[in-house]
């Protein structure tokens, strides 16, 4: 018996279409198409293990900035508000992001 909770195949034409539009998209903001680097100044890793066991208060009051790199696993989207979740070889951190407070490139 099959199993009826499997999403339909997508056609592999269809997925590739949905991949370039994407890349364009990102070429649009001005961003490298493909980049060879990252700036990045930690680890998901690192921000992790410095910030877990900080409350929001703490952190609010710290706010601190880091720039990290990861493949985004997931993006879920709620009105002006998005959550990420950003993987690292070791590591997984979930980005909350409002895009009243991000620049229009970002």
């Given amino acids: 018996m099959a199993d009826e909770s499997q999403q339909p195949e997508v056609p592999e034409s269809e997925l590739i279409r949905v991949r370039r539009e994407k890349l364009d998209r990102i070429a649009a903001l001005g ?20 910030y877990a066991a900080k409350s929001h208060e703490e952190l609010e009051a710290e706010k601190p900035h880091v720039k990290i790199a990861g493949r985004i696993m997931t ?8 959550f990420l979740v950003l993987s690292e070889k070791t590591a997984r951190i979930q980005v909350y992001c409002r895009k009243d407070t991000l620049p229009e490139r970002e």
Avoid at 75 to 82: D, S
């Fill in 31 to 50: 961003y490298d198409r493909f980049p060879t680097t990252a700036d990045v100044d930690t680890t998901i890793a690192e921000v992790v293990a410095q």
């Fill in 75 to 82: 993006v879920r989207e709620f009105g002006k508000t998005a």
